[in-house]
């Protein structure tokens, strides 16, 4: 959920076709845009993390070759959501969903923010068992996150909130035109 949000950015480029892949700090909002990009310019959604619903666990699908060049072409607007654990396999494959044309961004945060969020979201206990080994592996491949996204990097959440989705989008857009 969006709490405070920013100033609203306009955008004029079209939304016409633009593939987007979306990881980052836990509890940056990055489930939320993919979401909102669907509801709001029809996108396809694609959350590739395991999750808990009201009506149950919803598994992760297992990564393989083609799943990037499939996703593409569902659609000419597609989104992915994807926290994945980061490890070396996991950039080479990011490295597929870029061949497939899709733009990877990074959303990000403090780690103190994003904490906080987790706790809100998860409580005390998963964030000792989930959230804390993530932030460790995030420190020890921030090498590999800085090569991956170079400057396709956005901060979402800070002090004052959320970024707007749609400040969030503008942003994306005119990145993309640039």
């Not at 980052?24 to 709001?40: A, E, H, V």
């Amino acid at each position: 959920m969006f709490f405070a949000c920013k100033t609203l950015v306009k955008s004029t480029i079209p939304v016409s076709s633009m593939k987007f892949i979306i990881s980052g700090m836990p509890c940056c909002g990055k489930t939320y845009f993919g979401d909102w990009l669907r509801d709001t310019h029809a996108y396809t959604h694609v959350n590739l993390e395991a999750r808990t619903t009201a009506s149950g666990r919803i598994s992760a699908p297992a990564p393989y070759a083609e799943l990037p060049e499939w996703l593409a072409e569902l659609s000419p607007l597609v989104v992915v959501t994807w926290g994945y654990r980061p490890v070396q396999p996991a950039f080479e494959f990011m490295r597929r969903f870029e061949a497939a044309g899709f733009t990877p961004w990074w959303f990000d945060t403090s780690p103190e923010l994003s904490r906080r969020r987790y706790i809100e979201r998860d409580g005390v206990e998963r964030t000792g068992r989930f959230f804390e080994p993530q932030m460790e592996k995030l420190h020890a491949t921030a090498p590999l996150i800085s090569a991956t996204y170079r400057e396709r990097r956005l901060v979402t959440l800070d002090e004052n909130g959320y970024l707007a989705p749609e400040a969030i989008l503008a942003h994306l857009q005119a990145a993309s035109a640039a």
